[in-house]
């Protein structure tokens, strides 16, 4: 059998400097990091702290993650508000996610632009971005866990989400796509796909056969999740998979009166991805070993 400096010696991923992630659940962390820093929700339930990590990992920026526990355990004593929020390289912090993500443009400006990408204007990805409201249901409660999935009462009807998919296919058409704004990647899908994430993983756990990736109800929609899938900084790291979003529905005490709902055993596949994708997001990160596999065993 290999040693493990053998195998060590196969994976130069691991003698690369690694982001520094910090969990004080885990161990003591007595002060706030400094330089470029995340602070993002433990569990990864939290779609606002999803758009944030999702913007700096599209940018390519060089960041500290600290992990917050927003269920009441291990919050360090110098830590206040919820999340998301980011720390400056100036030692400014700031919250609301959105607000954060159009910041990164201007504190970064070599860094890919989201807020416009190249060929959109502001103006559209604004309109996109404020869509969301008057799309997806108002009754709805902005759970972490099960984000506009229950009112504070009870379940949604399908009718309810068939309404919100139908006027997101709709938005999704007023331009080329196959993004929200055109053929480039903006601030408005960081924003819209940790919801849609959470619906094509959810949604058919509640309702037998209503598949928002179906393409032949929703073919604009279906078109972005594939773009979606093809963006190896969302694809390869930020993207929760679909088994986890199933099983999180049998959690109590994040809507739907507390209660956990009855669900139709769906569960939504995960595949293994593309090796070209995976290299192309590990490309330019010596942290990542060069394929899902390696990663894993380092």
Avoid at 3 to 15: E, G, I, K, Q, V
Avoid at 40 to 62: D, I
Avoid at 199 to 227: F, T, V
């Amino acid at each position: 059998a290999s040693s493990w400096d053998s195998l060590a010696s196969r994976l130069p991923s691991l003698a690369a400097e690694q982001p520094t992630l910090l969990d004080p659940v885990l161990a003591p962390c007595p002060a706030s990091p400094s330089g470029l820093t995340l602070f993002r929700e433990r569990h990864g339930w939290c779609p606002y702290s999803e758009k944030v990590w999702l913007a700096l990992e599209v940018k390519g920026l060089a960041y500290t993650t600290v992990l917050i526990d927003n269920m009441g355990g291990g919050r360090p004593d110098w830590y206040r508000g919820q999340t998301p929020q980011i720390q400056w390289a100036d030692g400014r912090t700031q919250g609301e996610s959105m607000d954060i993500v159009k910041a990164l443009d201007a504190e970064y400006p070599a860094s890919r632009p989201l807020y416009p990408p190249e060929g959109a204007s502001m103006s559209s990805v604004a309109q996109m971005i404020s869509a969301f409201r008057q799309s997806f249901p108002s009754n709805a409660r902005p759970s972490s866990r099960a984000a506009y999935l229950f009112s504070y009462s009870g379940p949604l009807s399908r009718s309810d989400f068939e309404k919100a998919l139908d006027a997101t296919e709709k938005l999704l058409a007023q331009h080329e796509g196959p993004f929200f704004v055109g053929p480039e990647l903006s601030a408005a899908d960081v924003s819209w796909a940790p919801f849609l994430e959470r619906y094509a993983a959810q949604l058919p756990c509640l309702h037998d056969g209503l598949l928002p990736r179906d393409a032949s109800r929703w073919p604009r929609l279906a078109e972005w999740y594939a773009a979606m899938d093809e963006v190896p900084e969302y694809a390869c790291r930020v993207k929760g998979d679909g088994e986890s979003w199933g099983r999180v529905l049998t959690m109590q005490g994040y809507g739907n009166a507390g209660n956990a709902p009855q669900t139709t055993g769906y569960r939504q596949s995960t595949g293994a991805g593309a090796v070209d994708l995976w290299e192309a997001y590990a490309g330019h990160r010596p942290h990542v070993a060069p394929s899902p596999a390696e990663e894993a065993a380092a």
